[in-house]
C-alpha cells in the first residue's frame, strides 16, 4: 500500500484532541458519512493516516498516531466495513497540515485521513 492511494473528497478528515485517541461526537458522526460511502463503494480500499501535533517526542508521536489509525479502523468495522479494506500508518508528527507553531495550527495536525484506492482488477 503506498503511492497509488490518493485523496477521496467523500472521506472526510478526523480531528482529536490534545494527546488523545477519543473519538467525539462530531468525529463518529462523520465516520458513519464516510462508512456510508464505503458501502455504496464496495471496490475502494482505504489506509487511515494517523498525525499529530509537533508537541511530544517523535516515538511518542508515532505510537500515538498509530493509535488514532486504529481508533478509526475499529470504528468504521463497527458500522460494518470489512478489517481488510483498512490499513492503517502513523506519521507522528511528520505532514503537518499546518506548519505554523501554535494552536490553531496543532488543532488541524490532529487528524487522521482516509486516502484510497481501487484495486486494479476492479477498475472499469
Not at 460511502?37 to 508521536?61: A, S
Not at 458500522?79 to 496543532?106: C, F, M, Q
Amino acid at each position: 500500500r503506498g503511492k497509488e492511494y490518493k485523496k477521496i473528497p467523500q472521506l472526510e478528515v478526523i480531528y482529536f484532541d490534545f494527546d488523545a485517541t477519543t473519538l467525539r461526537a462530531d468525529a463518529r458522526a462523520i465516520l458513519a458519512k464516510n462508512a456510508k460511502w464505503l458501502k455504496e463503494n464496495k471496490e475502494v480500499e482505504i489506509t487511515v493516516e494517523g498525525h499529530c501535533d509537533e508537541r511530544g517526542t517523535t516515538d511518542y508521536n508515532i505510537a500515538l498516531g498509530d493509535r488514532r489509525a486504529k481508533a478509526v479502523r475499529g470504528y468504521l468495522m463497527k458500522l460494518g466495513i470489512k478489517g481488510g479494506r483498512v490499513a492503517t500508518i502513523s506519521y507522528g508528527e511528520e505532514k503537518p497540515a499546518d506548519a505554523e507553531h501554535n494552536e490553531a495550527a496543532w488543532t488541524k495536525n490532529r487528524r487522521a485521513e482516509m486516502l484510497g484506492r481501487i484495486p486494479p482488477a476492479s477498475k472499469k
